[in-house]
C-alpha cells in the first residue's frame, strides 16, 4: 500500500480514499527507519470514488501498486478491474467467470496481473498492456482419475521427433524423456502437463462424464481416454483435436478401461454391465473389428502384450477372478480366451515391459500374483497387507490396525500374525518401471505408494503421500476426544473460530455445496463437503525413463523423481535431460563421452565441461568438476553458454552437498 492511499468499506462497497497527514510529526523519531504503512497522526479525507458495479457484486481482493498508481479489484461475480489512480479511472475489466475472485496480485511494474479463483481451479497471469495471457492454468474438479506418462517417441509429423527443434515449447522439452503426463478427471476433462514444469498445456473437454483410463499410442502421438458417457476419445497431439470418437454398437453402455497394441493400430476398451465384453476397434478407420465375451463379472483392466512374438495378445483382468488371455492375431474371429484362476477378483493388471510374456496381477485379497502367460504358471506372489498400511476416516469406528476387541495386556501377547493387519484392503493401481525391475503398487485408502523388487518379491521402498492431518484418511489412529458426545467426529462440522472474508458468499457457497450433494456419493460433482476431505489413491504410472512416477489422487497428482542419494531429485533429471538444456549447436556427434575424454586430456577444460553438461552423463560431470584448476575457475563458468547455466548450477550444489556429508 502506497503513503496516503487506503481501501476501506463504506456501505457495503468499496471505495478508494486519499487521506492526507492533518495533523502529527511524520518524521517522528520513534518511527525513524522502520517501514510503516501509515504515517502517525490524524488523518482526514481528501477525495474518495466508488467502483461502480451492480448491486450483490462485492468486491473480495484488490491490490495497489503505488509505483504505477494502479488498483486492481476482484469481485464477487468473476469480475476483475484495474483502475488508474487517484480519480479510479477503469483501463480495464475482464470477466472470469461467475465465480468470485479470491486472489489478486499486481507485478513489480505494475504490467502483469495475477488472479485467482477457488471456485473454477483457476490461475491467471494477465499482462494488460498487451491484453494477452502470460499463464492461463486450471485444475481438475473433484480430483484426478487415472494419470500416464508419454513414451517419449517419434510423431508422425514429417517423420520427425517430438524434441526437434521446430517442435512446440512443451513438446521439445519433455517428449523425449516421456515427461508428458495425460490425466483424466471427474469433471470429464483430459489435460496435458509438462511433468518438469508443472505447467498444463492442453485441455480436452469433450467427455461429459467421469474419464476412468486414459493411456497413450506407443508412437507418442495420440491419447486414448475411456469415460461414463460410453464412448473412446482419440486425440490428436499435433493438432490438439479429438480424430476419433469410438462407441458399442449398441450404445447402451460406460467404459472403464482402454488399452491399446504395440503397434498402434488397435484400442480395447472394457464395458460396465451387460455382457461385460471388451470392445476392439480399428484406430484407423474406427470400425469395431471384435467383441470379446467370456468373464461373468466386471472387467476392471486391459493391457496389451509388449513382446513382439505376441504383438496382439491382450490381458483383461475381472472381478470373477480370472485373467483371460486373449490373441486378437492369431485367434478366430469371437474365439475363447486362456483363463487364469486367481485366488480372489483381480482389480489391476500389468504386463512386464521387457517383453518376457511375464505379468502382474493385484487381486481383492491384498496380493499380487506373477504370472507367466505362455506357460500358465504363477511364477510367484507379493502379499502386500502389511505394506498398505490403510489410515482411518474419521467415521470410521476403530482404528485402521484392525485390533478391536484386543484386550491390553495379557491380551495383546495372544495376537495371531493377522492381527494389526487390515484384511479389508488391495492394490487398486499397479504399473512397472521400464526395467521391469521395480513395480509400484498404491491402494485407494492408503496414503503411501510402495515399491517391490520384482526379482525377489519383497518391499524396496514406500512413499509417503501427505501428512496434511486436515485429510481425511491419512492417520491410522485419530484421537478419541475430538468426538461430540453423540458419537461423531469434530471434522464433520465447521469448528474454526475465523470469520469468512463476505460471509454473504461464504454462504452462497455451502449452499450451492448442498444443493449439488447426493447422499452416499463420494467422489466427483455430487460428493459432499466432508468427502471433499478424504484422500484416495486412484492411479500410477513410471515415466518412460524410470526417473519418474506419478501418482492420481483425489487432491491432485504427485509426481516423484529418483533420488540421487543427496536428498535431491536423481542425476539424469537435474543434470539437463530435458533438451530445452542443450545447446542447439552442441546436438551432434560431437557430444560424447570420448570427446570429454579428449578435451580433458588435450587441457581444453572449458570444452571439456560444456561438453560433458551436455551430455548428462553425472560420472563425467563430476570427473570434469574435479579437474578445473582453482585459477581456472572464472575462465570456465565465463564460456558456459546460459542455457547450460541451471545444470551448472545443479552439478555444483549436489557437488557441495556430497562434499560436506
Same mark, same amino acid.
Given at each position: 500500500?502506497?503513503?496516503?492511499?487506503?481501501?476501506?468499506?463504506?456501505?457495503?462497497?468499496?471505495?478508494?480514499?486519499?487521506?492526507?497527514?492533518?495533523?502529527?510529526?511524520?518524521?517522528?523519531?520513534?518511527?525513524?527507519?522502520?517501514?510503516?504503512?501509515?504515517?502517525?497522526?490524524?488523518?482526514?479525507?481528501?477525495?474518495?470514488?466508488?467502483?461502480?458495479?451492480?448491486?450483490?457484486?462485492?468486491?473480495?481482493?484488490?491490490?495497489?501498486?503505488?509505483?504505477?498508481?494502479?488498483?486492481?479489484?476482484?469481485?464477487?461475480?468473476?469480475?476483475?478491474?484495474?483502475?488508474?489512480?487517484?480519480?479510479?479511472?477503469?483501463?480495464?475489466?475482464?470477466?472470469?467467470?461467475?465465480?468470485?475472485?479470491?486472489?489478486?496480485?499486481?507485478?513489480?511494474?505494475?504490467?502483469?496481473?495475477?488472479?485467482?479463483?477457488?471456485?473454477?481451479?483457476?490461475?491467471?497471469?494477465?499482462?494488460?498492456?498487451?491484453?494477452?495471457?502470460?499463464?492461463?492454468?486450471?485444475?481438475?474438479?473433484?480430483?484426478?482419475?487415472?494419470?500416464?506418462?508419454?513414451?517419449?517417441?517419434?510423431?508422425?509429423?514429417?517423420?520427425?521427433?517430438?524434441?526437434?527443434?521446430?517442435?512446440?515449447?512443451?513438446?521439445?522439452?519433455?517428449?523425449?524423456?516421456?515427461?508428458?503426463?495425460?490425466?483424466?478427471?471427474?469433471?470429464?476433462?483430459?489435460?496435458?502437463?509438462?511433468?518438469?514444469?508443472?505447467?498444463?498445456?492442453?485441455?480436452?473437454?469433450?467427455?461429459?462424464?467421469?474419464?476412468?483410463?486414459?493411456?497413450?499410442?506407443?508412437?507418442?502421438?495420440?491419447?486414448?481416454?475411456?469415460?461414463?458417457?460410453?464412448?473412446?476419445?482419440?486425440?490428436?497431439?499435433?493438432?490438439?483435436?479429438?480424430?476419433?470418437?469410438?462407441?458399442?454398437?449398441?450404445?447402451?453402455?460406460?467404459?472403464?478401461?482402454?488399452?491399446?497394441?504395440?503397434?498402434?493400430?488397435?484400442?480395447?476398451?472394457?464395458?460396465?454391465?451387460?455382457?461385460?465384453?471388451?470392445?476392439?476397434?480399428?484406430?484407423?478407420?474406427?470400425?469395431?473389428?471384435?467383441?470379446?465375451?467370456?468373464?461373468?463379472?466386471?472387467?476392471?483392466?486391459?493391457?496389451?502384450?509388449?513382446?513382439?512374438?505376441?504383438?496382439?495378445?491382450?490381458?483383461?483382468?475381472?472381478?470373477?477372478?480370472?485373467?483371460?488371455?486373449?490373441?486378437?492375431?492369431?485367434?478366430?474371429?469371437?474365439?475363447?480366451?486362456?483363463?487364469?484362476?486367481?485366488?480372489?477378483?483381480?482389480?489391476?493388471?500389468?504386463?512386464?515391459?521387457?517383453?518376457?510374456?511375464?505379468?502382474?496381477?493385484?487381486?481383492?485379497?491384498?496380493?499380487?500374483?506373477?504370472?507367466?502367460?505362455?506357460?500358465?504358471?504363477?511364477?510367484?506372489?507379493?502379499?502386500?497387507?502389511?505394506?498398505?498400511?490403510?489410515?482411518?476416516?474419521?467415521?470410521?469406528?476403530?482404528?485402521?490396525?484392525?485390533?478391536?476387541?484386543?484386550?491390553?495386556?495379557?491380551?495383546?501377547?495372544?495376537?495371531?500374525?493377522?492381527?494389526?493387519?487390515?484384511?479389508?484392503?488391495?492394490?487398486?493401481?499397479?504399473?512397472?518401471?521400464?526395467?521391469?525391475?521395480?513395480?509400484?503398487?498404491?491402494?485407494?485408502?492408503?496414503?503411501?505408494?510402495?515399491?517391490?523388487?520384482?526379482?525377489?518379491?519383497?518391499?524396496?521402498?514406500?512413499?509417503?503421500?501427505?501428512?496434511?492431518?486436515?485429510?481425511?484418511?491419512?492417520?491410522?489412529?485419530?484421537?478419541?476426544?475430538?468426538?461430540?458426545?453423540?458419537?461423531?467426529?469434530?471434522?464433520? +462440522?465447521?469448528?474454526?473460530?475465523?470469520?469468512?472474508?463476505?460471509?454473504?458468499?461464504?454462504?452462497?457457497?455451502?449452499?450451492?455445496?448442498?444443493?449439488?450433494?447426493?447422499?452416499?456419493?463420494?467422489?466427483?460433482?455430487?460428493?459432499?463437503? +466432508?468427502?471433499?476431505?478424504?484422500?484416495?489413491?486412484?492411479?500410477?504410472?513410471?515415466?518412460?525413463?524410470?526417473?519418474?512416477?506419478?501418482?492420481?489422487?483425489?487432491?491432485?497428482?504427485?509426481? +516423484?523423481?529418483?533420488?540421487?542419494?543427496?536428498?535431491?531429485?536423481?542425476?539424469?533429471?537435474?543434470?539437463?535431460?530435458?533438451?530445452?538444456?542443450?545447446?542447439?549447436?552442441?546436438?551432434?556427434?560431437?557430444?560424447?563421452?570420448?570427446?570429454?575424454?579428449?578435451?580433458?586430456?588435450?587441457?581444453?577444460?572449458?570444452?571439456?565441461?560444456?561438453?560433458?553438461?551436455?551430455?548428462?552423463?553425472?560420472?563425467?560431470?563430476?570427473?570434469? +568438476?574435479?579437474?578445473?584448476?582453482?585459477?581456472?575457475?572464472?575462465?570456465?563458468?565465463?564460456?558456459?553458454?546460459?542455457?547450460?547455466?541451471?545444470?551448472?548450477?545443479?552439478?555444483?550444489?549436489?557437488?557441495?552437498?556430497?562434499?560436506?556429508?
Amino acid at each position: 500500500m502506497s503513503p496516503g492511499y487506503e481501501s476501506i468499506p463504506l456501505n457495503q462497497e468499496r471505495v478508494s480514499a486519499k487521506y492526507t497527514l492533518k495533523e502529527g510529526n511524520p518524521k517522528d523519531e520513534e518511527h525513524r527507519g522502520k517501514l510503516l504503512y501509515c504515517q502517525p497522526g490524524t488523518w482526514a479525507v481528501e477525495a474518495k470514488a466508488t467502483c461502480q458495479q451492480p448491486i450483490h457484486n462485492k468486491v473480495m481482493r484488490c491490490a495497489f501498486d503505488g509505483k504505477a498508481q494502479l488498483l486492481a479489484v476482484g469481485f464477487s461475480a468473476g469480475v476483475l478491474m484495474l483502475f488508474e489512480m487517484p480519480a479510479l479511472q477503469a483501463l480495464q475489466t475482464l470477466s472470469l467467470g461467475q465465480e468470485p475472485l479470491d486472489a489478486v496480485a499486481l507485478g513489480a511494474n505494475g504490467d502483469w496481473l495475477a488472479v485467482g479463483s477457488a471456485g473454477t481451479g483457476q490461475l491467471l497471469v494477465w499482462e494488460w498492456r498487451s491484453e494477452t495471457y502470460v499463464l492461463k492454468q486450471q485444475g481438475h474438479h473433484y480430483g484426478v482419475r487415472c494419470v500416464a506418462f508419454s513414451p517419449g517417441s517419434v510423431s508422425m509429423k514429417r517423420g520427425k521427433a517430438l524434441a526437434s527443434a521446430d517442435a512446440r515449447p512443451e513438446d521439445r522439452s519433455s517428449a523425449i524423456g516421456g515427461r508428458l503426463l495425460a490425466t483424466g478427471g471427474y469433471d470429464g476433462k483430459v489435460k496435458l502437463f509438462n511433468a518438469q514444469s508443472g505447467l498444463c498445456f492442453v485441455t480436452f473437454a469433450e467427455h461429459t462424464a467421469p474419464v476412468n483410463a486414459i493411456c497413450f499410442t506407443p508412437q507418442g502421438n495420440a491419447v486414448l481416454s475411456a469415460s461414463r458417457d460410453g464412448s473412446v476419445r482419440a486425440f490428436d497431439l499435433l493438432r490438439y483435436r479429438n480424430f476419433r470418437t469410438f462407441a458399442s454398437p449398441d450404445g447402451l453402455c460406460q467404459f472403464s478401461s482402454v488399452a491399446v497394441d504395440s503397434g498402434g493400430e488397435i484400442v480395447a476398451a472394457s464395458a460396465t454391465g451387460g455382457k461385460y465384453a471388451v470392445y476392439v476397434w480399428s484406430i484407423q478407420t474406427g470400425n469395431v473389428l471384435e467383441v470379446l465375451t467370456g468373464h461373468t463379472s466386471h472387467v476392471e483392466a486391459l493391457h496389451f502384450s509388449p513382446s513382439a512374438g505376441h504383438p496382439g495378445q491382450l490381458l483383461s483382468a475381472s472381478w470373477d477372478g480370472t485373467l483371460n488371455v486373449w490373441d486378437l492375431y492369431a485367434g478366430t474371429k469371437g474365439g475363447s480366451a486362456e483363463a487364469l484362476q486367481c485366488s480372489s477378483s483381480v482389480v489391476a493388471v500389468s504386463f512386464d515391459p521387457r517383453g518376457n510374456d511375464l505379468c502382474a496381477a493385484a487381486c481383492l485379497s491384498g496380493q499380487v500374483l506373477f504370472w507367466n502367460v505362455v506357460t500358465a504358471q504363477n511364477i510367484g506372489s507379493i502379499d502386500g497387507l502389511r505394506d498398505i498400511q490403510s489410515a482411518r476416516h474419521w467415521q470410521d469406528m476403530f482404528s485402521a490396525v484392525n485390533e478391536r476387541g484386543l484386550k491390553p495386556g495379557a491380551g495383546m501377547k495372544k495376537r495371531r500374525p493377522a492381527d494389526g493387519v487390515n484384511l479389508n484392503q488391495n492394490f487398486n493401481a499397479i504399473a512397472y518401471a521400464r526395467s521391469g525391475e521395480l513395480l509400484l503398487c498404491s491402494s485407494r485408502n492408503s496414503p503411501f505408494v510402495s515399491l517391490y523388487d520384482t526379482s525377489a518379491y519383497t518391499l524396496a521402498a514406500r512413499v509417503t503421500l501427505t501428512t496434511n492431518r486436515s485429510l481425511s484418511g491419512v492417520q491410522s489412529f485419530l484421537n478419541s476426544k475430538l468426538m461430540t458426545e453423540a458419537g461423531a467426529p469434530w471434522q464433520q +462440522y465447521d469448528l474454526s473460530d475465523s470469520e469468512a472474508d463476505d460471509v454473504e458468499v461464504s454462504r452462497q457457497r455451502q449452499q450451492k455445496r448442498q444443493v449439488s450433494s447426493l447422499p452416499g456419493v463420494s467422489v466427483g460433482e455430487a460428493k459432499d463437503a +466432508y468427502t471433499e476431505k478424504e484422500l484416495h489413491v486412484w492411479d500410477v504410472a513410471f515415466s518412460a525413463d524410470s526417473q519418474q512416477f506419478a501418482v492420481a489422487t483425489t487432491h491432485g497428482v504427485f509426481v +516423484y523423481c529418483q533420488d540421487g542419494g543427496m536428498g535431491m531429485a536423481g542425476i539424469s533429471g537435474i543434470y539437463g535431460s530435458e533438451t530445452s538444456r542443450f545447446v542447439p549447436q552442441m546436438l551432434t556427434k560431437a557430444v560424447s563421452a570420448p570427446a570429454v575424454l579428449k578435451a580433458l586430456d588435450e587441457g581444453d577444460i572449458s570444452r571439456a565441461m560444456i561438453l560433458a553438461l551436455a551430455l548428462n552423463d553425472y560420472g563425467l560431470l563430476r570427473k570434469v +568438476y574435479e579437474k578445473v584448476p582453482v585459477q581456472s575457475i572464472q575462465l570456465v563458468v565465463a564460456s558456459i553458454g546460459s542455457p547450460l547455466l541451471p545444470a551448472l548450477l545443479w552439478l555444483l550444489g549436489f557437488c557441495r552437498l556430497a562434499g560436506s556429508s
